[in-house]
C-alpha cells in the first residue's frame, strides 16, 4: 500500500507557473511508475504525464507537451509536476496516482490515488 498526498495547486493567471509535488509514503514508491491525471467538472479524468519507475523516460499528453515536466526524487519519494505557461483550460484537479505493474496513459489502471490538488488558471 502506498499512500499519495498531491499539494501546490492554486490560483494563477493566464501564463504563469505551479510546480504541483506529490508526497509518498508507505510502500516503497520508487518500485512503482507514476502519473499525472487531471478532471475538469463533468468531464472524465485526462492523462497529463507519466514516468517510469527509473525514471529514466516519461510521457505527455498532447495538450501540455512543452508546457509541463513530469519528475521525480527517489531519495524524498515526491514527483512533481512543473507547469509553465497556464492556460484557462489547465483549470482542473490534478491527481498523482502510482501503479506497480502498469505503466501508461489509463487512469483505471493505476491502483494508488491522491486526493487531488485543484489548480484554477484566470484569463
Known amino acids: 500500500q502506498v499512500h499519495l498526498v498531491e499539494s501546490g495547486g492554486g490560483l494563477v493567471q493566464a501564463g504563469g507557473s505551479l510546480r504541483l509535488s506529490c508526497a509518498a509514503s508507505?510502500?516503497?514508491?520508487?518500485?512503482?511508475?507514476v502519473g499525472w491525471f487531471r478532471q475538469a467538472p463533468g468531464k472524465e479524468r485526462d492523462f497529463v504525464a507519466s514516468?517510469?519507475?527509473?525514471?529514466?523516460?516519461?510521457d505527455y499528453a498532447d495538450s501540455v507537451k512543452g508546457r509541463c515536466t513530469i519528475s521525480r526524487d527517489h531519495a524524498k519519494n515526491v514527483v512533481y509536476l512543473q507547469m509553465n505557461n497556464l492556460k484557462p483550460e489547465d483549470t482542473a484537479a490534478y491527481y498523482c496516482?502510482?501503479?506497480?505493474?502498469?505503466?501508461?496513459?489509463?487512469?483505471?489502471?493505476?491502483?494508488?490515488w491522491g486526493q487531488g490538488t485543484q489548480v484554477t488558471v484566470s484569463s
Open positions: 496516482a502510482a501503479d506497480y505493474i502498469y505503466y501508461g496513459t489509463d487512469p483505471r489502471e493505476y491502483d494508488y
Open positions: 514516468m517510469r519507475r527509473s525514471a529514466l523516460s516519461a
Open positions: 508507505g510502500r516503497t514508491f520508487s518500485a512503482s511508475a
